[in-house]
């Protein structure tokens, strides 16, 4: 900054000066007689400010204004300034109208008064699996299926949308899913399966906070049952959900539920739903000696015109001995975090109902109830959970079974064991194992000396979670199962149903193994 420059910008000072200070007068003037001599005033203060302006540009000893030592502390000042206006810029300060904020649900948009909020989150899981079955003495489906099938696919894509309206009191959300639906495409004489991505909606629910830890939530959930369903499919310790989730697991729901408790520094948390059905797999008599039973798919974005139960239940209770509520959302038990472990005890019942009149058989199945208990341990580092459920299936009427009996009733049950262990901040590796049984044999009057109700799996991988950020994950590992996948079988965990032999002779895949890899962001 040369001599002439520092000079015009007293001058400038000087000029706003005078006219500021000569607005005031003009202002509180009473006549034009006054006015004259207060400009004569003004012009004098002025003239002694330009005086003070050229002292201050000499230096007391003629050196110059702006020296080294001055020139840093502007743009020290010039720093500070900036760094504010960068934290005003980004909208996160107070009054806020829009920006990004991790803790408060990413990228969002507010009212300034703060009785509106919209955040917008979401979820991008790609993956690449490889499924290995033996077909060899395969009669069932016919011709066989091939042994080894591999290919990307788009596993899960989520766009959310969550926050409050009038006051945080009153929240919602609405989560879009892209879903994969099967479809065909003919070339000559051949036809390959195809995939189509339909979009559809999971959670559309509407919450009102009562104060006291008291919430009443109202629309499309999933409901409070297993607990491994309840953690979201973006903080599960392996790439997928074990079968024994699949097969049991109440899924989403349409109905009312309340929450007591589960706020921070309490230790108790209860949850307590009512509404339409909730999803039961493997609950159906099997149609045949080699087919895999099927189930009730629940009330998930139904009409009550289709509702099919006469009621539906499911509640949880939870007790935090350690911890905070927070670090039970997930799997991983992170270095550095908190120990904590928490019990948690769910219950399910309903009665279901045709949709039409006169179509109930004995074979229909006619009402459920189911029990759960978990315990999830962390270790700041390490992670420990195992549960178990039971279910037991009510038909409508006596079924025959192998043997020449019958029976009205499945008593079904699952298993599961995981544990992670972190060796670096960025690697986790994990283990789990899982077992279970339909009890749907029996209704299989042909005996094939094939197991189609067990399940037996061990899975092992490990998690890489990129630059040690939660929201970047690549998740590998490799299932084995002992048994011949049946009734626990879900293509959206790349485990597909083995063929079987109807002569008897117990061909069957007993060794179907699958390998994925998964990519998975968070945003």
Known sequence: ?????????????????????????????????????????LKAANDALAAKVTKLEQGANGEQWLTEQRADEIRSIVSDVLADAGTRDSLQGSGATAGWNKDQGGFFLASPSGDFKLNIKGQIQFRWAFNHRDNQGITSPSPAFKEDVWG?????????????????????????VMNRTPGSVSSGSQTFTSGNIVGSVENIWIQ??????????????????????????????AVERSLVSDVFSTKFGQGIQAEFGGRAGEQWKALAFYGDGLRANATSVPTS????????????????????????????????????????R??????????GWMIGLGGMGQSLRPTTE??????????????????????????????????DVQLAGNVATRGGGTSDSMGQWGAVVQGGYFITNEVELYARYELGDTDTDKFRVA???????????????LNYFVGGNKDIKWTSDFGYAFTPIGDFNSSGADWLQDGSSTAGNGFTNDGQWVVRTQLQLLF
């Open 358 to 391: 006169g179509t109930q058989t004995a074979s229909t199945t006619d009402s459920m109830w189911g029990v759960t208990a978990d315990f999830t341990m962390n270790f700041g580092g390490a992670s420990f959970f195992a549960y178990g459920v039971y279910r």
């Open 289 to 328: 000696v080699t087919s895999a039973a099927g189930g009730y798919a629940g009330g998930y974005t139904t009409p009550f015109s289709t509702n099919a139960t006469n009621w539906a239940f499911a509640g949880r209770l939870e007790y935090l001995g350690a911890g905070n509520w927070k670090s039970m």
């Open 152 to 176: 990307f696919e788009n596993r899960r894509t989520k766009l959310a949308f969550t926050g409050f309206v009038v006051d945080p009191s009153w929240s919602y959300e609405v989560q879009l």
């Open 208 to 237: 009102k906070d009562f104060g006291n830890g008291i919430m009443v939530r109202a629309g499309q959930f999933k409901t409070p049952f297993l607990r491994e369903e309840l953690v979201s499919s973006s903080a599960q310790l």
């Open 330 to 339: 997930d799997f991983n038990s992170y270095r550095g975090e908190e120990m």
């Open 1 to 41: 900054m040369n001599m002439t420059c520092t000079r015009s910008i007293g001058a400038w000072i000087a000029g706003a000066t005078t006219l500021s200070i000569a607005g005031g007068a003009f202002a509180a003037a009473d006549a034009s007689s006054d006015m004259a001599k207060q400009i004569a005033e």
């Open 447 to 461: 005996d094939t000396g094939i197991d189609l109700q067990s399940n037996s799996i061990v899975t092992l991988g």
